[in-house]
């Protein structure tokens, strides 16, 4: 019996060692996760580079500090919506289109395709229609929901609504002579 109960503490005291030990290296590993580590972009960069999909480019005071792949044409994935938005402001600044215009959801609704924009679409209507069921918005909040949930859907309307070549035109504006002509997102999809 005596044995016995030298076991059992044995035992409980080896098995909450082992737990001890988890939390611990459970607890570091989660702290690891959430501390910023400044190197992780410098890191990112140079196992990247060498493979051409990764460009960087610094210029401070007119001086180039840091170049790579500067020349290297990537995608731009999302941020070619600062161009169309760009673009709108110029139409809405000149009178072209009016930013209080109504826009049918429905309509809206003809652009999107499902898991092309990581929910965000659907997460802007879900925070449109928390306070009140609504039908319509104006195109200011179709053009702002572009930016703020990177709606494809919204995009795409935009790209309709503006014109490809005005979108095209503020590229050379802008002289950003390097990126090629933008093209609708997503409508592409349906080709296949």
Not at 37 to 56: Q, S, T
Not at 93 to 110: C, F, R, T
Not at 143 to 168: F, H, P, Q, R
Request: aromatic share 10%; proline share 5%.
């Amino acid at each position: 019996m005596f044995y016995l109960k030298i076991v059992l503490w044995v035992s409980v005291g080896i098995v909450a060692a082992l737990i001890l030990i988890i939390g611990v290296v459970a607890y570091r590993f989660y702290r690891e996760l959430k501390t910023p580590n400044p190197d992780y972009i410098i890191n990112f960069i140079k196992e990247h580079a060498a493979k051409g999909n990764v460009a960087l480019s610094i210029h401070y005071n007119s001086q180039n500090l840091v170049s790579i792949n500067e020349s290297v044409p990537l995608p731009l994935a999302s941020t070619v919506k600062i161009i169309i938005a760009i673009e709108y402001a110029q139409q809405a600044a000149e009178g072209k289109i009016d930013p209080n215009q109504m826009v049918s959801l429905k309509e809206l609704d003809k652009f999107y395709i499902p898991r092309t924009d990581g929910g965000g679409h659907q997460a802007w209507l879900a925070q449109l229609q928390k306070e009140q069921e609504i039908d319509s918005v104006p195109l200011y909040k179709v053009a702002k929901a572009m930016i703020a949930y990177s709606s494809n859907a919204n995009t795409d309307y935009l790209i309709n609504i503006l014109g490809l070549e005005n979108i095209n035109d503020t590229l050379k504006q802008l002289e950003l002579l390097h990126h090629n002509e933008i093209y609708p997102l997503t409508n592409i999809l349906y080709i296949p």
